[in-house]
């Protein structure tokens, strides 16, 4: 088995123009993750960022963020929380919004999901303007947490969404675009 670049897997990642409106170039990770070499290497070059922190928990962003963080989770030895979209939790929850390019949105997880001073990373597939990854760092913070970092297998630098996430620990992106 050869072993890839990080080149080899942004080869992998597929550019569609134009998608979800005139101008955006989407990153398409489903072609990447279809090819078992290529979403090993991706799960374990994320992995191989913090495995000499002691993390308690992976909060993984709805929905893709869940794609990497429970691998993450298991080959990482600790748990994964759900970090969702309003009313797709069970029991109670701790909310944090965030701006939008016109409104606002939401995420939450449970109330308790997190001992105070539980090790937390936040995981998602991508890091554009940063607005969900800052509210994710937020609820960590909120629910007692200590944030570790925040891992991303895309960056899409010009939005500049790094400069959000200054005091959220190690912050890492794969594959800068």
Do not use: W
């Not at 969900?132 to 200590?146: F, P």
């Amino acid at each position: 088995m050869t072993t890839l670049t990080i080149e080899d897997v942004k080869d992998k990642i597929r550019a569609v123009p134009n998608f979800p409106k005139e101008g955006i170039i989407f990153r398409d990770i489903t072609t990447g993750l279809k090819d078992a070499e290529t979403m090993k290497v991706m799960i374990d070059y994320l992995c191989d960022q913090y495995k000499d922190c002691k993390i308690d928990y992976i909060a993984g962003i709805e929905s893709r963020g869940f794609i990497f963080g429970m691998p993450m989770a298991y080959k990482l030895n600790c748990g994964f929380i759900p970090v969702r979209k309003p009313n797709k939790l069970p029991a109670e929850t701790i909310k944090e919004s965030y701006d939008l390019e016109y409104g606002t949105d939401t995420i939450e997880i449970h109330a308790d999901a997190i001992e105070e001073g539980a090790n937390v990373l936040v995981v998602d597939d991508l890091l554009a303007t940063g607005g969900t990854a800052q509210a994710a760092c937020s609820l960590v913070r909120k629910a007692g947490g200590n944030l570790v970092g925040a891992a991303f297998l895309i960056e899409l630098e010009g939005l500049q969404g790094r400069k959000k996430l200054d005091n959220c620990g190690k912050v890492i992106s794969m594959l800068q675009y």
